[in-house]
Protein backbone atom coordinates (compact mmCIF):
# COMPACT_ATOMS: atom_id res chain seq x y z
CA UNK A 1 0.00 0.00 0.00
CA UNK A 2 1.62 3.17 -1.14
CA UNK A 3 0.31 7.08 0.16
CA UNK A 4 1.17 9.31 -1.92
CA UNK A 5 0.74 12.47 0.60
CA UNK A 6 0.18 16.29 -0.41
CA UNK A 7 -0.06 19.74 1.39
CA UNK A 8 -3.57 19.08 2.69
CA UNK A 9 -2.38 16.86 4.72
CA UNK A 10 0.11 19.13 6.16
CA UNK A 11 -2.26 21.68 6.25
CA UNK A 12 -4.90 19.53 8.30
CA UNK A 13 -2.51 18.84 10.83
CA UNK A 14 -2.02 22.65 11.27
CA UNK A 15 0.70 23.97 9.86
CA UNK A 16 0.55 26.81 7.68
CA UNK A 17 2.06 25.62 4.80
CA UNK A 18 0.10 27.00 1.83
CA UNK A 19 1.81 29.10 -0.59
CA UNK A 20 -0.40 32.10 -0.23
CA UNK A 21 0.54 31.84 3.65
CA UNK A 22 4.72 31.78 2.20
CA UNK A 23 3.88 34.36 -0.32
CA UNK A 24 2.40 37.27 2.37
CA UNK A 25 5.50 36.33 3.95
CA UNK A 26 8.26 36.58 0.95
CA UNK A 27 6.84 39.76 -0.07
CA UNK A 28 7.61 41.62 3.16
CA UNK A 29 11.28 40.26 3.42
CA UNK A 30 12.41 41.00 -0.47
CA UNK A 31 15.69 43.52 -1.31
CA UNK A 32 13.56 45.83 -3.13
CA UNK A 33 16.85 47.63 -3.62
CA UNK A 34 18.10 44.70 -6.02
CA UNK A 35 15.80 46.03 -9.46
CA UNK A 36 15.57 42.29 -10.30
CA UNK A 37 13.76 41.03 -7.43
CA UNK A 38 11.96 44.37 -7.04
CA UNK A 39 10.18 43.74 -10.45
CA UNK A 40 9.57 39.85 -9.40
CA UNK A 41 7.61 40.96 -6.24
CA UNK A 42 5.99 43.82 -7.98
CA UNK A 43 4.56 40.69 -10.47
CA UNK A 44 3.70 38.69 -7.58
CA UNK A 45 1.47 41.43 -5.81
CA UNK A 46 -0.35 42.07 -9.09
CA UNK A 47 -1.48 38.71 -9.00
CA UNK A 48 -1.74 36.91 -5.47
CA UNK A 49 -4.16 34.81 -6.67
CA UNK A 50 -2.12 32.66 -8.95
CA UNK A 51 0.69 32.66 -6.08
CA UNK A 52 -1.47 29.37 -4.65
CA UNK A 53 -0.14 27.25 -6.90
CA UNK A 54 3.43 28.87 -6.71
CA UNK A 55 5.33 26.22 -9.35
CA UNK A 56 2.93 27.08 -11.96
CA UNK A 57 2.83 30.62 -11.18
CA UNK A 58 6.70 30.66 -11.31
CA UNK A 59 6.34 28.98 -14.86
CA UNK A 60 4.60 32.19 -15.91
CA UNK A 61 7.12 34.96 -14.60
CA UNK A 62 8.22 37.03 -17.76
CA UNK A 63 11.81 36.56 -16.74
CA UNK A 64 13.30 38.35 -20.30
CA UNK A 65 11.23 42.14 -18.61
CA UNK A 66 13.30 42.01 -14.88
CA UNK A 67 15.38 44.98 -15.67
CA UNK A 68 18.29 42.03 -16.88
CA UNK A 69 19.57 41.74 -20.50
CA UNK A 70 20.42 38.24 -19.60
CA UNK A 71 17.60 36.63 -18.72
CA UNK A 72 19.23 33.72 -17.64
CA UNK A 73 20.65 35.62 -14.75
CA UNK A 74 17.89 37.05 -13.94
CA UNK A 75 15.40 33.47 -13.90
CA UNK A 76 18.71 32.45 -11.15
CA UNK A 77 18.43 35.80 -9.21
CA UNK A 78 14.53 35.02 -8.28
CA UNK A 79 14.57 31.78 -8.20
CA UNK A 80 17.52 31.34 -6.01
CA UNK A 81 15.97 34.05 -2.95
CA UNK A 82 12.60 32.55 -3.44
CA UNK A 83 13.91 29.24 -3.03
CA UNK A 84 16.10 30.22 0.01
CA UNK A 85 12.86 32.13 1.50
CA UNK A 86 10.91 29.18 1.27
CA UNK A 87 13.33 27.17 2.56
CA UNK A 88 13.19 29.23 5.97
CA UNK A 89 9.62 29.47 6.11
CA UNK A 90 8.69 25.91 5.86
CA UNK A 91 11.39 24.96 8.28
CA UNK A 92 9.76 27.32 11.03
CA UNK A 93 6.85 25.88 10.23
CA UNK A 94 8.20 22.42 10.31
CA UNK A 95 9.44 23.54 13.64
CA UNK A 96 6.42 23.82 14.87
CA UNK A 97 5.79 19.97 15.05
CA UNK A 98 7.27 18.80 18.57
CA UNK A 99 8.87 15.86 18.13
CA UNK A 100 8.68 15.04 22.10
CA UNK A 101 5.02 14.53 21.73
CA UNK A 102 5.12 12.18 19.10
CA UNK A 103 4.83 9.61 21.55
CA UNK A 104 5.10 5.84 20.39
CA UNK A 105 1.04 5.24 21.30
CA UNK A 106 0.83 8.67 18.87
CA UNK A 107 2.51 6.45 16.02
CA UNK A 108 0.54 3.70 16.86
CA UNK A 109 -2.82 5.37 16.32
CA UNK A 110 -1.56 7.27 13.36
CA UNK A 111 -0.76 3.64 11.89
CA UNK A 112 -4.18 2.54 12.30
CA UNK A 113 -5.92 5.21 11.20
CA UNK A 114 -3.82 4.87 7.68
CA UNK A 115 -4.82 1.09 7.48
CA UNK A 116 -8.47 2.17 8.62
CA UNK A 117 -8.78 4.79 5.83
CA UNK A 118 -8.67 2.34 3.01
CA UNK A 119 -11.58 0.81 4.22
CA UNK A 120 -14.00 4.03 3.01
CA UNK A 121 -14.42 3.55 -0.23
CA UNK A 122 -17.46 2.25 -2.03
CA UNK A 123 -18.98 -1.38 -1.08
CA UNK A 124 -17.34 -3.53 -4.28
CA UNK A 125 -13.88 -2.22 -3.73
CA UNK A 126 -14.20 -2.72 0.04
CA UNK A 127 -14.83 -6.37 -0.52
CA UNK A 128 -11.64 -6.41 -3.23
CA UNK A 129 -9.39 -4.55 -0.64
CA UNK A 130 -10.50 -6.56 2.11
CA UNK A 131 -9.78 -10.29 0.21
CA UNK A 132 -6.28 -8.27 -0.93
CA UNK A 133 -5.42 -8.33 2.82
CA UNK A 134 -6.75 -11.62 3.53
CA UNK A 135 -4.71 -13.33 1.20
CA UNK A 136 -1.33 -11.75 2.65
CA UNK A 137 0.91 -14.38 4.63
CA UNK A 138 3.16 -11.83 5.65
CA UNK A 139 3.20 -8.31 6.81
CA UNK A 140 1.93 -5.94 4.24
CA UNK A 141 4.69 -3.04 3.47
CA UNK A 142 3.32 0.40 4.00
CA UNK A 143 5.35 3.02 1.60
CA UNK A 144 5.03 6.98 1.33
CA UNK A 145 5.45 9.02 -2.04
CA UNK A 146 5.79 12.29 0.07
CA UNK A 147 5.37 15.21 -2.36
CA UNK A 148 5.90 17.90 0.76
CA UNK A 149 9.61 19.09 1.67
CA UNK A 150 8.07 18.83 5.35
CA UNK A 151 8.62 15.87 7.29
CA UNK A 152 5.46 15.97 9.36
CA UNK A 153 4.32 12.60 7.51
CA UNK A 154 7.81 10.67 8.55
CA UNK A 155 7.27 12.02 12.25
CA UNK A 156 3.98 10.63 12.86
CA UNK A 157 4.04 7.37 10.90
CA UNK A 158 8.10 6.62 12.72
CA UNK A 159 9.89 6.17 9.47
CA UNK A 160 13.20 6.64 11.62
CA UNK A 161 11.77 3.94 13.98
CA UNK A 162 13.67 0.58 13.80
CA UNK A 163 12.65 -2.26 11.72
CA UNK A 164 11.23 -4.52 14.99
CA UNK A 165 9.18 -0.87 16.56
CA UNK A 166 7.87 -0.59 12.30
CA UNK A 167 5.76 -3.88 12.80
CA UNK A 168 2.29 -3.01 13.90
CA UNK A 169 -0.77 -5.24 13.81
CA UNK A 170 -4.65 -3.88 13.27
CA UNK A 171 -7.55 -5.52 13.88
CA UNK A 172 -10.92 -3.79 12.27
CA UNK A 173 -13.54 -3.28 14.47
CA UNK A 174 -16.32 -4.10 12.07
CA UNK A 175 -14.80 -7.34 10.27
CA UNK A 176 -12.74 -8.43 13.36
CA UNK A 177 -10.09 -9.12 10.57
CA UNK A 178 -6.76 -8.92 12.33
CA UNK A 179 -3.59 -7.88 9.51
CA UNK A 180 0.31 -7.20 9.78
CA UNK A 181 1.95 -4.20 8.07
CA UNK A 182 5.27 -2.65 8.89
CA UNK A 183 6.50 1.31 7.64
CA UNK A 184 8.66 0.22 4.70
CA UNK A 185 9.94 3.71 2.95
CA UNK A 186 9.08 7.13 2.69
CA UNK A 187 10.25 9.25 -0.29
CA UNK A 188 10.24 12.68 -0.84
CA UNK A 189 9.82 12.85 -4.84
CA UNK A 190 10.50 16.77 -4.67
CA UNK A 191 13.67 16.47 -1.68
CA UNK A 192 12.96 17.29 1.76
CA UNK A 193 14.12 20.59 4.34
CA UNK A 194 15.99 17.74 6.09
CA UNK A 195 18.94 17.95 3.45
CA UNK A 196 19.63 17.88 -0.10
CA UNK A 197 18.40 19.51 -2.99
CA UNK A 198 14.10 20.84 -2.98
CA UNK A 199 13.12 20.43 -6.43
CA UNK A 200 11.01 23.43 -7.19
CA UNK A 201 9.49 24.23 -10.88
CA UNK A 202 6.86 22.89 -13.35
CA UNK A 203 5.95 19.60 -15.32
CA UNK A 204 7.17 20.26 -19.08
CA UNK A 205 8.10 22.91 -21.07
CA UNK A 206 4.44 23.89 -22.23
CA UNK A 207 4.18 25.85 -18.68
CA UNK A 208 7.12 28.09 -18.99
CA UNK A 209 5.39 30.94 -20.94
CA UNK A 210 8.58 33.29 -21.66
CA UNK A 211 9.40 31.83 -24.65
CA UNK A 212 13.08 33.23 -24.46
CA UNK A 213 14.11 31.76 -21.26
CA UNK A 214 12.21 28.79 -22.45
CA UNK A 215 14.16 28.66 -25.37
CA UNK A 216 18.03 28.65 -23.37
CA UNK A 217 19.73 25.65 -23.87
CA UNK A 218 19.73 23.89 -20.82
CA UNK A 219 16.26 25.49 -19.40
CA UNK A 220 15.00 22.82 -18.76
CA UNK A 221 17.04 21.50 -16.26
CA UNK A 222 16.56 24.74 -14.21
CA UNK A 223 12.68 24.46 -13.86
CA UNK A 224 11.28 21.24 -15.14
CA UNK A 225 11.17 18.96 -12.13
CA UNK A 226 12.02 15.77 -13.58
CA UNK A 227 14.88 17.08 -15.38
CA UNK A 228 15.99 18.74 -12.90
CA UNK A 229 16.07 15.01 -10.75
CA UNK A 230 17.96 13.40 -13.67
CA UNK A 231 20.47 16.67 -14.32
CA UNK A 232 20.80 16.91 -10.41
CA UNK A 233 21.13 12.63 -9.84
CA UNK A 234 18.28 13.13 -7.35
CA UNK A 235 17.64 8.72 -6.46
CA UNK A 236 14.68 9.53 -4.75
CA UNK A 237 12.84 10.30 -8.17
CA UNK A 238 13.50 7.07 -9.52
CA UNK A 239 12.62 5.53 -5.82
CA UNK A 240 9.65 7.27 -6.12
CA UNK A 241 9.02 5.88 -9.44
CA UNK A 242 9.67 2.09 -8.72
CA UNK A 243 7.30 2.66 -5.15
CA UNK A 244 4.28 3.54 -6.86
CA UNK A 245 5.01 0.70 -10.16
CA UNK A 246 5.16 -2.20 -7.64
CA UNK A 247 2.23 -0.90 -5.33
CA UNK A 248 -1.38 -2.68 -5.27
CA UNK A 249 -3.00 -0.54 -3.56
CA UNK A 250 -2.32 3.38 -4.19
CA UNK A 251 -4.14 6.33 -1.84
CA UNK A 252 -3.49 9.75 -3.11
CA UNK A 253 -4.16 12.00 0.22
CA UNK A 254 -4.17 16.06 0.69
CA UNK A 255 -3.23 16.44 -3.10
CA UNK A 256 -4.91 18.70 -5.49
CA UNK A 257 -3.84 16.99 -8.20
CA UNK A 258 -1.84 20.21 -10.08
CA UNK A 259 -0.67 20.59 -13.70
CA UNK A 260 2.98 20.75 -12.40
CA UNK A 261 2.94 17.44 -11.23
CA UNK A 262 0.72 15.88 -14.09
CA UNK A 263 3.50 12.96 -15.16
CA UNK A 264 2.32 11.50 -11.44
CA UNK A 265 -0.82 11.52 -12.49
CA UNK A 266 -0.49 9.98 -15.50
CA UNK A 267 1.58 7.35 -13.94
CA UNK A 268 -1.49 5.91 -11.93
CA UNK A 269 -4.07 6.05 -14.78
CA UNK A 270 -1.27 3.97 -16.83
CA UNK A 271 -1.19 1.80 -14.02
CA UNK A 272 -5.01 1.49 -13.68
CA UNK A 273 -5.27 0.86 -17.88
CA UNK A 274 -3.03 -2.13 -17.29
CA UNK A 275 -5.07 -4.71 -15.41
CA UNK A 276 -2.95 -7.74 -17.15
CA UNK A 277 0.88 -6.52 -15.79
CA UNK A 278 -1.11 -4.99 -12.39
CA UNK A 279 -4.33 -6.88 -12.15
CA UNK A 280 -4.69 -6.21 -8.25
CA UNK A 281 -3.95 -2.15 -8.60
CA UNK A 282 -6.21 0.05 -7.18
CA UNK A 283 -5.97 3.45 -6.42
CA UNK A 284 -8.09 5.65 -4.01
CA UNK A 285 -8.52 9.44 -3.91
CA UNK A 286 -9.18 11.49 -1.01
CA UNK A 287 -10.44 14.62 -1.33
CA UNK A 288 -7.69 17.55 -0.98
CA UNK A 289 -10.49 19.97 0.44
CA UNK A 290 -12.37 17.71 3.82
CA UNK A 291 -15.73 19.25 3.72
CA UNK A 292 -18.27 17.65 5.48
CA UNK A 293 -20.86 15.97 3.49
CA UNK A 294 -24.48 14.43 4.29
CA UNK A 295 -24.76 11.07 5.10
CA UNK A 296 -26.20 9.26 1.83
CA UNK A 297 -27.34 5.98 0.35
CA UNK A 298 -26.94 4.57 -2.93
CA UNK A 299 -26.65 6.24 -5.60
CA UNK A 300 -25.43 9.70 -3.87
CA UNK A 301 -22.59 8.16 -2.66
CA UNK A 302 -21.83 6.94 -6.38
CA UNK A 303 -22.40 10.86 -7.91
CA UNK A 304 -19.59 11.73 -4.84
CA UNK A 305 -16.81 9.35 -5.73
CA UNK A 306 -17.65 9.98 -9.32
CA UNK A 307 -17.28 13.56 -9.06
CA UNK A 308 -13.68 13.58 -7.59
CA UNK A 309 -12.43 11.06 -10.23
CA UNK A 310 -13.15 12.93 -12.75
CA UNK A 311 -11.81 16.25 -10.81
CA UNK A 312 -8.41 13.72 -11.10
CA UNK A 313 -8.89 12.94 -14.26
CA UNK A 314 -8.87 16.81 -16.30
CA UNK A 315 -5.25 16.56 -14.94
CA UNK A 316 -4.38 13.53 -16.81
CA UNK A 317 -3.67 13.09 -20.73
CA UNK A 318 -7.23 11.53 -20.67
CA UNK A 319 -10.25 13.73 -19.82
CA UNK A 320 -13.63 12.88 -17.55
CA UNK A 321 -15.06 11.63 -19.95
CA UNK A 322 -12.95 8.10 -20.01
CA UNK A 323 -14.87 7.58 -17.13
CA UNK A 324 -16.82 5.59 -18.73
CA UNK A 325 -13.94 3.18 -19.91
CA UNK A 326 -14.37 -0.18 -17.31
CA UNK A 327 -10.80 0.10 -15.87
CA UNK A 328 -11.16 3.70 -15.17
CA UNK A 329 -14.64 3.19 -13.15
CA UNK A 330 -13.39 0.40 -11.10
CA UNK A 331 -10.17 0.57 -10.53
CA UNK A 332 -9.87 4.40 -9.86
CA UNK A 333 -12.17 5.84 -6.99
CA UNK A 334 -13.01 8.11 -4.48
CA UNK A 335 -12.49 7.68 -1.04
CA UNK A 336 -16.44 8.22 0.68
CA UNK A 337 -16.54 9.33 4.47
CA UNK A 338 -18.73 6.12 5.02
CA UNK A 339 -19.96 3.61 6.16
CA UNK A 340 -23.15 4.78 4.81
CA UNK A 341 -24.90 1.32 6.74
CA UNK A 342 -25.84 3.16 9.58
CA UNK A 343 -27.35 6.44 8.64
CA UNK A 344 -28.39 7.22 12.71
CA UNK A 345 -24.79 6.99 13.96
CA UNK A 346 -22.01 8.23 10.87
CA UNK A 347 -23.07 11.72 12.03
CA UNK A 348 -21.26 11.03 15.27
CA UNK A 349 -18.55 8.54 13.54
CA UNK A 350 -17.27 10.71 10.75
CA UNK A 351 -17.00 14.16 9.85
CA UNK A 352 -14.33 15.19 7.20
CA UNK A 353 -11.15 13.78 8.62
CA UNK A 354 -9.93 10.83 7.46
CA UNK A 355 -7.12 10.51 9.22
CA UNK A 356 -7.85 12.20 12.12
CA UNK A 357 -5.40 15.10 11.84
CA UNK A 358 -7.00 17.78 13.48
CA UNK A 359 -6.84 15.61 16.81
CA UNK A 360 -3.20 14.51 15.99
CA UNK A 361 -2.48 18.28 15.77
CA UNK A 362 -3.95 19.18 18.44
CA UNK A 363 -1.21 16.62 20.25
CA UNK A 364 1.58 17.33 18.78
CA UNK A 365 1.70 21.03 16.74
CA UNK A 366 2.99 24.02 19.32
CA UNK A 367 0.65 27.02 18.54
CA UNK A 368 -2.14 24.78 17.13
CA UNK A 369 -4.63 27.28 16.71
CA UNK A 370 -7.61 25.36 14.02
CA UNK A 371 -11.38 25.29 15.47
CA UNK A 372 -12.10 21.91 15.76
CA UNK A 373 -14.13 20.29 12.94
CA UNK A 374 -17.52 19.05 13.92
CA UNK A 375 -19.89 17.43 11.88
CA UNK A 376 -22.34 20.16 11.87
CA UNK A 377 -20.16 23.10 10.55
Given at each position: ITYLIGNGFDIRLGL???????IDSYVQGVNRNDKTLAAFV?????????WADAELAFGGLPFSEFGSDDVEESFCRCYRDFQKALRRYLKKQQNRLQLSQVTAELKEEFRNSLIRLVKYVGGRNRSIYLRLLDAQKN?????????????????????ADDAEVKLFSYKDEDTHREGNFYINKCVHVHGSLDGGRLLFGVNDVDQIVDRRF????????????????????????????ELLKNSDVVVLFGLSYG????RWWDDIVGLVQDPFQHPYFRSTL????????????????????KKEVKKFLRNTDLDEGSYSGQWIRERLVSLLHGPYNDIENSK???????LHLNYFGRKCVKDFNREPIRYEE
Open positions: DTRYVDFETIEKDRETAVAINCINFNYTTAFDSLVGVAGLSGADGYLIKSQMAREGSCGFYNEAQATDKCPYEMHPIEAVEIPDEIRISDKFYCDP
